[in-house]
């Protein structure tokens, strides 16, 4: 699981969310634009950045979705009642049933983590249903019983402090160089997770999933390691490739991607 974590981590994905001074150079690009990077002669509108902010959210977007039904799997195909139990409050987590506050309860994370990009986006942003559908018929989580269900879970609960950091990193660029305030930013999906995701003690989730998988026993998880890697480095990859297509014809100069 650790060589896992340090291969998907080094994806150049996360480059898009990472911090920069006054902006890393993707979204210097496309959230100040005619400045620094962008050629005057091409400007960068509202429908570009809502497709640049659409293609960041959907490259995180199919693993926030997938852990919600690896959990239920896991719950499905718990070998004793502790399993099952854990399973059953994760679930009960990534479906907004344990929010702190009611005035968020029962909405998913995966929905909160939308609703904050497009909170950040000159117009309204949805799930954009075919990528989503293309990564999960590559993942193919349910052909893969316990252990996929296990790996795909473990990695997204173990990066979850890491990505969150990533994630906060972004949206505090977007902010300064698009000028858009906290106040019509929705954080809700930042909040709700950075108090709970990490391992300082027994109840963050990182130290939950590893009692978890302790509980499941000794089960064959190499080949759904790589099977997990494969699928959700080709994702990742696919989408920064994406997004550096978008910036070849801005005549960026000096860009490091």
């Known amino acids: 699981m650790k060589e896992l974590i340090e291969k998907l981590m080094r994806n150049n994905y ?3 969310l ?3 001074g006054g ?10 634009p005619t400045r620094t990077y962008i050629n005057v002669d091409r400007q960068v509108d509202d429908t570009l950045r809502a497709e640049f902010l659409l293609l ?7 693993l926030s979705h997938s852990i919600l039904l690896a959990f239920r799997q896991i719950e499905k195909l718990a070998p004793n009642d502790n399993v099952r139990e854990k399973a059953r409050f994760f679930v009960e987590v990534e479906e907004g049933k344990l929010a702190a ?6 909405v998913a994370h995966s929905e909160l983590y939308r609703r904050m990009f497009s909170s950040l986006s000159p117009t309204p942003l949805e799930i954009h249903e075919q990528m989503l559908e293309q990564y999960q018929l590559a993942l193919k989580l349910e052909e893969g019983g316990l252990a996929r269900a296990l790996v795909t879970a473990a990695f997204i609960e173990k990066t979850g402090l890491t990505v969150l950091h990533l994630l906060h990193d972004f949206v505090a660029q977007w902010q300064v160089c698009t000028g858009k305030p906290t106040s019509v930013v ?3 999906y930042l909040n709700e997770h950075m108090l709970h995701e990490g391992e300082e003690s027994a109840d963050q989730h990182v130290c939950i999933i590893d009692q978890m998988m302790y509980e499941c026993g000794t089960l064959a998880m190499q ?3 790589k099977h997990f890697e494969v ?10 490739e994406r997004v550096s297509r978008m910036i070849e014809p801005l005549s960026i100069k000096r860009l490091n991607f």
């Open 14 to 16: 996360w480059k898009l």
């Open 18 to 20: 990472e911090m920069g």
């Open 23 to 32: 902006g890393n150079c993707f979204v210097g690009t496309f959230a100040t």
């Open 56 to 62: 960041v959210m959907m490259g995180f977007y199919p």
């Open 101 to 106: 506050s009611d005035w968020y309860r029962g």
């Open 186 to 188: 929705d954080l809700t």
């Open 223 to 225: 080949k759904e390691i």
């Open 231 to 240: 699928v959700t480095d080709k994702w990742l990859t696919h989408i920064h």
